[in-house]
């Protein structure tokens, strides 16, 4: 093993024993739906709808005329009646528990019914709230009903998005939420806002009836998208906020006064990336339309309610809520490759795909990226390494794209490397892993590890048929073993091989291993 793969090994290794972990990668849709899945898939919930259990809840339709409801955040997804009747109905789910490891998947729809229910209700059997959900990590709610209004109460959820389906009188309300990203999507007439803190917001709106009125909550990034004319929406622009307005048709002069948006905030600062809109200081108008709507929704949904603790039937009933987050598979791989950035380096996105991914980040100069290239090639946790894009951004920073190969098919699952003990591969392990694989038929005369760890050669006697089966099952069997030549002669054969893996897989690697391991 060469010095500089040894002091990567050693830098690699020492960042596990200390738990040295890279800065938190940038928060982006990608990275907060991935979250929200790894959080629903920590763990199985109770399935059983004729008492409002709801399992693994993803998807949500909400079908009410005339009602209010109230959603809350909790460690199960659950229903609770107030005063209506409700089912749940057309329940689907996905995922084989005799196939795959992952709790399965519940979309339900939740719709008025008739007759006695095992649901459990809150407050009195008079109170205005139709219903209560408790949700722990659903993603998407459908939602559809005349008149219906909506609390969502200091939920904090990863993601939130909602569709409104075409309904009239629809009025939605974010009580002091904490969200990572709120996605509102209308076709409705609808009135919505709220207080809270939100990381990515996004509105969009097919129906000139909606007004998406979020000036009240804090979000680092806004996005508005508008397929008709007259939705209205305002939003706040703060000192690091980054908002802008999309509509398709690119409408100059008049008609982009038919695309108001209203600002809390500097208008000047609203990007418009396509097309051309109408952005406007705040007034009184909207902000006493959102006070209105506050105090309607809020005056309806009446105090919160107390709520039962998790279940008995839960697979995990003292589950605490909000639940800690995984480590995402993006996030694995900064903390692991953290030791070999250069000083002055940083990353902020983890781009994943099938046996491979791209760090992307900022580095001091062209020089530190390549450097750092150079020692993942070297590292052992990749299979290889390459410099995709190097470019100064306005401030002069050098922004950098690195592609790599894992040694896995994803971050967090088996490596492709023989497990070992040890920080370098062994002729004595090689040998230990290659013989019962090529014998019986195959008399090994040589089995030899090259001294830079990168090569095995393999000599013996066989007849041709019998050398091209070992062979086979050498490429077959032993991934961690890429063929190179072979050459064969009257009951003789050679064979040279590229080693995988140059050093051992580390179990807290990007990749993992089964037995053995650094």
């Known amino acids: 093993m060469t010095p500089l793969r040894t002091f990567l090994a050693g830098a690699l290794l020492c960042a596990t024993t200390v738990h040295v972990t890279a800065a938190p990668l940038d928060v982006t849709p990608d990275t907060l739906i991935e979250r929200a899945n790894l959080l629903r898939d920590a763990r199985e919930?109770?399935?059983?709808?004729?008492?409002?259990?709801?399992?693994?809840?993803?998807?949500?339709?909400?079908?009410?005329?005339?009602?209010?409801?109230?959603?809350?955040?909790?460690?199960?997804?659950?229903?609770?009646?107030?005063?209506?009747?409700?089912?749940?109905?057309?329940?689907?789910?996905?995922?084989?528990?005799?196939?795959?490891?992952?709790?399965?998947?519940?979309?339900?729809?939740?719709?008025?019914?008739?007759?006695?229910?095992?649901?459990?209700?809150?407050?009195?059997d008079n109170a205005a709230v139709c219903f209560t959900l408790q949700l722990a990590t659903a993603h998407e709610l459908l939602l559809r009903g005349d008149n219906l209004k909506l609390l969502f109460d200091r939920v904090d959820l990863p993601v939130l998005r909602m569709y409104l389906n075409p309904s009239h009188g629809m009025k939605l309300w974010f009580h002091d939420v904490r969200l990572g990203l709120l996605s509102v999507q209308s076709n409705a007439t609808v009135v919505a806002g709220g207080t809270g803190e939100v990381q990515w917001l996004q509105l969009a709106s097919s129906?000139?009836?909606?007004?998406?009125?979020?000036?009240?909550?804090?979000?680092?990034?806004?996005?508005?998208?508008?397929?008709?004319?007259?939705?209205?929406?305002?939003?706040?622009?703060?000192?690091?906020?980054?908002?802008?307005?999309?509509?398709?048709?690119?409408?100059?002069?008049?008609?982009?006064?038919?695309y108001p948006i209203w600002i809390d905030g500097p208008v000047a600062a609203l990007k418009v990336p396509a097309g051309r809109v109408n952005p406007m200081p705040m007034n009184d108008e909207i902000r006493n339309t959102t006070r209105t709507l506050r105090a309607e929704v809020l005056g309806l949904a009446g105090p919160a309610p107390s709520l039962p603790a998790a279940s008995a039937g839960s697979a995990s009933p003292s589950a605490s809520w909000p639940s800690p987050a995984p480590i995402s598979p993006r996030q694995r791989v900064a903390d692991v490759l953290q030791p070999l950035l250069r000083p002055g380096m940083t990353v902020g996105k983890?781009?994943?795909?099938?046996?491979?991914?791209?760090?992307?980040?900022?580095?001091?100069?062209?020089?530190?990226?390549?450097?750092?290239?150079?020692?993942?090639?070297?590292?052992?946790?990749?299979?290889?390494?390459?410099?995709?894009?190097?470019?100064?951004?306005?401030?002069?920073?050098?922004?950098?794209?690195?592609?790599?190969?894992?040694?896995?098919?994803?971050?967090?699952?088996?490596?492709?490397?023989?497990?070992?003990?040890?920080?370098?591969?062994?002729?004595?392990?090689?040998?230990?892993?290659?013989?019962?694989?090529?014998?019986?038929?195959?008399?090994?005369?040589?089995?030899?590890?090259?001294?830079?760890?990168?090569?095995?050669?393999?000599?013996?006697?066989?007849?041709?048929?019998?050398?091209?089966?070992?062979?086979?099952?050498?490429?077959?069997?032993?991934?961690?073993?890429?063929?190179?030549?072979?050459?064969?002669?009257?009951?003789?054969?050679?064979a040279r091989f590229r080693m995988a893996c140059t050093v051992p897989p580390r179990s807290q690697g990007i990749c993992t291993t089964e037995g053995g391991g650094r």
């Open 207 to 258: 129906q000139a009836s909606t007004a998406l009125l979020f000036h009240d909550m804090e979000a680092r990034h806004v996005g508005v998208t508008a397929t008709t004319t007259r939705a209205r929406f305002s939003i706040r622009i703060g000192a690091d906020t980054e908002a802008g307005y999309y509509q398709p048709a690119r409408a100059p002069g008049r008609i982009a006064l038919e």
């Open 350 to 494: 983890v781009d994943l795909w099938n046996g491979g991914g791209a760090l992307e980040g900022r580095a001091p100069d062209e020089v530190a990226v390549r450097e750092f290239a150079r020692d993942l090639k070297q590292s052992g946790e990749v299979r290889s390494a390459q410099v995709a894009r190097i470019q100064r951004n306005e401030s002069g920073v050098a922004e950098f794209r690195v592609m790599m190969n894992f040694l896995c098919a994803a971050p967090g699952e088996r490596s492709v490397c023989l497990p070992a003990a040890g920080s370098s591969y062994t002729q004595q392990q090689i040998e230990a892993a290659l013989r019962p694989v090529l014998a019986p038929q195959v008399q090994v005369a040589q089995i030899e590890l090259t001294s830079d760890g990168t090569r095995v050669l393999v000599r013996g006697r066989a007849s041709e048929a019998d050398a091209r089966a070992a062979l086979e099952r050498v490429r077959t069997q032993l991934p961690w073993l890429e063929g190179s030549s072979s050459s064969m002669g009257k009951d003789e054969f050679s």
């Open 45 to 124: 919930r109770p399935w059983d709808p004729d008492t409002g259990l709801l399992g693994n809840l993803r998807n949500v339709h909400i079908v009410a005329n005339e009602c209010t409801v109230r959603v809350v955040s909790g460690p199960e997804n659950r229903l609770f009646l107030g005063s209506g009747t409700f089912r749940v109905a057309d329940s689907t789910y996905s995922g084989d528990r005799q196939r795959s490891a992952k709790p399965r998947l519940y979309d339900v729809t939740i719709s008025a019914a008739t007759g006695a229910s095992a649901i459990p209700r809150v407050g009195a």
